[in-house]
């Protein structure tokens, strides 16, 4: 108990100490006024008992301090000490809303939360479960943190953090380097709720990120040549060149992406290339028949507007079925026939050859001037594309 209007840290923690029982004379059953009297003398103004005008209290030396009697029943002749924490040197220690510097030189456990209001200077900060930061946090040193630990505004930390459990920020996170502890296995399982989560690949040879429930690869390092799976999944290698799964190995991107100019000199023919100088024309390597080597050719020069489809053997009256030619949007096409000579006899010097368009298919004419039948020719098919 405190005496009123004596506020923590102001004045000096107080305590009630009582015999359970009332003093008796030893040979009557009454109250030992006489005995009562002498103890409360010689303990001065912190003795006090209970008496038969208010047998409910109990009254210090001339009304000095009062308090209910605790013993059951209320008896008189309840001797009591009311005493003070600076009695028995009890100052010396830490009390509730303390306003001095305890100056501890040992260890502090602390079971429960700690709240400060100010700053907080440690060389070695241990905290095993909440640790809560309304202020600014600096921590110069090694700092491990077992449990949760919430900063609602910032925390600088020149050193490294160890964090065994989750650390939650709902601002920004920068530091010279984020190392993730864990490893996962590449498509296997991660809780949806961590979408976006990078850490370490079971492999040991890159970065997975949590996407729609599986890890997913996000950086893979590897050799051009080196196995992989599946077929599309990219990586780079030492040197940070890009590489493509293709086959179940790697090749490089570089590989499917040549740059040249129309003329230029090529290394394998029916690769193909955009010329960057020429808004990336495309390109087609081709080897010249006639000697010269490879060479780029321009992919506009080495097509035609033809496509051949098919050729017939045909004589005279033979009929030939117009091609399927599928069109795009956008596009015309037209079946085209083109007949050339095989073997012709004739003594007429008038030849005549041409194709009845029947709709679906053309009738061939092979005859001389007088209408006899010639020999016969190819028919070659195209679909003419405008």
Not at 34 to 46: I, K, M, P
Not at 79 to 88: G, H, V
Not at 90 to 95: C, E, Q, W, Y
């Amino acid at each position: 108990m405190t005496i009123v209007g004596c506020a923590p840290t102001a004045c000096g923690i107080e305590f009630l100490t009582y015999i359970d029982s009332p003093v008796l004379e030893n040979s009557q059953n009454r109250v030992a006024t006489s005995v009562l009297a002498t103890a409360t003398e010689a303990a001065g103004s912190r003795a006090g008992g209970s008496e038969a005008f208010a047998p409910t209290r109990l009254r210090g030396l001339n009304g000095q301090w009062d308090a209910p009697n605790p013993v059951a029943g209320n008896p008189v002749g309840i001797f009591a000490m009311l005493s003070s924490s600076s009695d028995i040197g009890m100052d010396a220690f830490v009390r509730i809303q303390d306003t001095r510097d305890p100056d501890l030189k040992g260890p502090l456990t602390v079971a429960g939360a700690v709240t400060a209001a100010g700053a907080v200077t440690a060389n070695s900060l241990t905290v095993t479960t909440n640790a809560g930061v309304t202020g600014t946090m600096t921590v110069q040193q090694a700092t491990t943190l077992n449990g949760a630990t919430t900063v609602n505004n910032n925390a600088n930390i020149t050193g490294r953090a160890s964090v065994g459990g989750d650390v939650v920020a709902t601002g920004y996170v920068s530091g010279d380097r984020i190392v993730p502890k864990g490893a996962y296995a590449l498509n296997s399982p991660c809780p949806p709720a961590d979408s976006g989560a990078f850490s370490r690949s079971a492999s040991g040879t890159g970065t997975v990120v949590c996407m729609g429930g599986f890890w997913r690869a996000l950086s893979t390092l590897s050799s051009a040549g080196s196995p992989c799976a599946p077929n599309g999944v990219r990586a780079s290698d030492p040197s940070d060149v890009e590489l493509l799964c293709v086959n179940l190995a790697y090749v490089k991107l570089s590989d499917f992406y040549h740059t040249g100019t129309a003329g230029g000199v090529c290394t394998f023919p029916g690769v193909q290339a955009v010329d960057p100088s020429s808004n990336n024309e495309a390109l087609l390597c081709r080897a010249n028949t006639s000697g010269g080597g490879f060479k780029w050719n321009r992919l506009r020069d080495v097509t035609t507007d033809m496509i051949f489809v098919n050729a017939y053997e045909v004589a005279n009256g033979g009929v030939i079925p117009k091609p399927s030619c599928s069109v795009a949007s956008g596009q015309t096409v037209t079946p085209i026939l083109q007949l050339i000579p095989k073997t012709e006899t004739s003594t007429d010097a008038g030849f005549t050859r041409y194709a009845v368009d029947n709709g679906g298919s053309w009738t061939v004419i092979l005859t001389d001037s007088k209408g006899t039948p010639l020999g016969v020719a190819i028919g070659q098919v195209f679909c003419w594309y405008s």
